[in-house]
């Protein structure tokens, strides 16, 4: 008998949509063909430790009892209850230019007010931006297009405010060089600005375990180590799916969250092939160094939860030439959060634009050499915008684009994925749709969002999405 739906990918937006889906009885099978679940946020115990990947914050927090925006949305319709998800506010973050820092935390009112005092000529302009986003649709249904700049070229003149306001948003969302989509620019800054940054207390597992035992509960089946070899189509439908190991499954659905050109690639189908998806699109990848330390950060006087850093007169959001990008990144505390009791460990994790041909080139021995270079320099880079911390390191680690490619797939080690979405999730096979990064959703909560939007839309009926 064949699934009603198999999903592609056990990360967020996937479980998303097999929740949602099993919910209403569909017999669903996710494939993943790691040992794990999470994709882009997942986990890994390393010398006794479990650390996050991915997971800075979760954008788009709001307090408990707010009935509206994407968090509420999703634990509505996942069936899921805001105390499950146990989500910490942050203490408040921070965007740092030479010689300006403006601070933000989760109520507008900071922000607004810290633009007033520095840029006083701006605040007006600023404000009416807010309102031509309050009513923007956050559920990634469809593109709203033209540049994200120009949008705000209308409201904001100066250009150093303007790329203070890019900056976060680019480093948490951005698939393209320099600017981004309007509608993606209407998601983010409100996911950031006008809502706000979240943690669990446990960090990403909490989040996966809840989404992983609601799955299994409605009776959806998981397959791990298990990767798809090829997707066969006749007639512009997917017919059946074969399975690394050989078997092959049928489904009247597929759901793939592997990526839109990544997924196109697995299709016998002439008429799509990977050229035609986008696979040769320029990419942005990223470094990531994890740093655990002796003491908490506020113990050495760094009290914010994520600091966004330039160090040029103007932030350029490009790949960058050499391996790393040291004049702008992302410094996160996941200690830095309002939690009850504190972490057991200091953590600092700090983010850089990386040149993913740069890594692929290196032969093995040197990669190693090149990853401690480079996590040294990131150190360096990052201690310019907060207390040195480098005499408190007691364990490290680094991830670079090849390691996001090995275990997630994505072409060049992308983690926002393709520069051009397919917000619609349609594929050129009737029966064959994507979620997650490439749909235009990006983050935990976006990603969650795609899942329940995509299977929505196109794999439940009328009746049931009502």
């Known amino acids: 008998m064949p699934y009603d739906t198999v999903i592609i990918g056990a990360g967020m937006s996937g479980l998303a949509a097999g929740i949602r889906l099993a919910h209403y009885n569909q017999r669903v099978c996710i494939l993943e063909r790691h040992h794990a679940v999470g994709g882009l946020n997942s986990f890994y115990r390393q010398r006794g430790r479990t650390l996050d990947v991915g997971l800075h914050a979760m954008t788009n927090y709001v307090p408990k009892g707010t009935k509206s925006g994407p968090l509420s949305r999703l634990l509505r319709h996942l069936r899921l209850t805001w105390d499950e998800l ?53 559920l990634g249904l469809g593109a709203s297009g033209g540049s994200a700049r120009e ?15 890019f900056l976060p948003l680019f480093y948490y969302g951005g698939a393209k060089e320099r600017d981004m989509e309007f509608g993606q620019f209407c998601i983010m800054f409100r996911s950031i600005f006008l809502e706000g940054f ?47 190991g050989g078997e092959e499954i049928e489904a009247k659905n597929v759901l793939s969250s592997a990526g839109y050109s990544e997924t196109l690639s697995l299709c016998n189908d002439p008429a799509s092939p990977p050229q035609a998806a986008g696979l040769n699109e320029s990419r942005l990848g ?119 490619r090995r275990f997630t797939g994505k072409e060049h080690g992308a983690i926002y994925g393709a520069p051009e979405k397919k917000y619609d999730g349609r594929t050129p096979l009737e029966n064959l749709f994507v979620c997650g990064t490439d749909q235009g959703m990006v983050g935990i909560i976006g990603a969650i969002v795609s899942g329940i939007t995509i299977a929505n839309r196109y794999l439940l009926t009328e009746k049931a999405v009502l």
């Open 151 to 165: 949008f705000v070229k209308r409201y904001i003149t100066d250009p150093l405010l303007t790329d203070m306001i």
């Open 286 to 404: 990223f470094i990531e160094t994890i740093s655990v330390l002796d003491k908490e950060p506020k113990q050495l006087g760094h009290n914010k939860t994520i600091v966004f850093f330039n160090d040029k007169e103007r932030f350029d959001y490009i790949k960058p030439d050499e391996a790393v990008d040291l004049h702008s990144g992302v410094i996160c505390s996941p200690n830095n959060f309002d939690y009850a009791e504190p972490l057991n460990e200091g953590m600092i994790r700090i983010t850089a634009l990386a040149n993913f041909d740069r890594w692929r080139n290196l032969p093995p021995e040197e990669y190693k050499q090149q990853k401690q270079y480079w996590y040294e320099k990131t150190l360096e880079s990052a201690a310019r915008f907060m207390p040195d911390f480098r005499q408190h390191v007691i364990d490290t680690d680094m991830f670079t684009p090849l390691t996001v």
């Open 86 to 138: 146990a989500l910490v506010p942050q203490i408040g973050s921070a965007i740092a230019f030479p010689g300006l820092r403006l601070n933000f935390n989760n109520h507008f009112e900071l922000f607004a007010s810290e633009v007033r005092t520095y840029f006083p000529t701006q605040i007006d302009g600023l404000m009416k931006l807010v309102n031509e986003l309050l009513d923007y649709d956050q």
């Open 198 to 244: 979240a943690r669990p207390f446990d960090g990403v597992i909490l989040i996966l375990k809840k989404l992983l035992n609601k799955f299994n509960t409605l009776g959806g089946e998981l397959r791990l180590k298990t990767g798809v070899e090829r997707i066969f189509s006749k007639n512009k439908r997917v017919e059946k799916i074969k399975l690394t």
